[in-house]
C-alpha cells in the first residue's frame, strides 16, 4: 500500500482520514499541522509528523503522497498547494468508493470527492477542488480549481464556477449559469442568474 500524507487536522482532515482508510488503497503516515507537536497523536495511531516546514524532509525521506485536509481557507490552500507542488509531491484524487463519478468526467490533481457526491457525465473538475458530502455536480459543469461545494449543494447541467469559489450546503445552481472566481454563495441560497468574480450572494433568489 502507497503511503500518504495529510495536511492539517481539522475537521476537513478528519473526513479525509476516514475516507482514505475506508478505501483501503492508501497507508495514511501521518499529519502535517500549525498547531500538533511534532509525535503527537492526532487520531487512532496516526501523529503529527511536523508543520510546513518539515515538509521538504519528509519528500526527501521518500515520501510522494499527500493531500490538502484544511477545508475552509481558500487562499491557505492555494499557499499550501503551490508549496507542495514546489516540493516535487503528488497530490492524488481522494473519491469515497460511495461517490458516483461518470467515467467520461475530468477531474485534476489534489481533488476530493467525499461520500455519497455525484460527478455526472464530461463534468470537469479542477485542481484541490472539494465536492463535499452528497454535493451535486451535474452533466457537463466545469468547476475550475481550488471551489469548494458545500455538503448537499446541487449544481445543474451546464453550469461553470470560477476558481476558488465557495458554493455553500444545499445550494442550488440552475442550468448553465456561469458563477465567477473568489466567490461565494451562501448556504441554501438558489441562483438563478450568472454572478460576477468576488461576489457573495444569498437568499431565495440568491442577491
Ligand atoms: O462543513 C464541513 C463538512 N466541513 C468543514 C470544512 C470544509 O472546513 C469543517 O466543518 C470545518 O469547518 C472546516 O474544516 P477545516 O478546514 O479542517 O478547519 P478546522 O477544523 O478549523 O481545522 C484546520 C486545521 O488546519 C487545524 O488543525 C489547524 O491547526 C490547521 N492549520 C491551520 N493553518 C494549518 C495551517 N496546518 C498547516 N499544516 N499549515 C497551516 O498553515
Redesign the pocket.
Known sequence: MNDIVI?????????IKDIINDNNYYNILG??????KKGELWQSNIYCLG??LDLCNIYKSGIENIVI?????LA?RT??YKNIKKIGFNLPIIAHKSAFISKTSIIDEGTVI?PLAIINSYAKIGKYA?I??GAIVEHDCNIEDNV?I??GACILGGVKVGNNTHIG?KAVIIQSLEIGANTVVGAGAVVTKNILNNKKVMGVPAK
Open positions: 495536511i492539517g487536522a481539522g475537521g476537513h482532515a478528519k473526513v499529519v502535517i499541522d500549525a498547531n500538533l508543520n510546513d485536509g484544511i477545508g475552509n481557507n491557505l499557499k499550501i467525499m472539494i463535499n458530502s469548494h458545500a455538503p450546503a
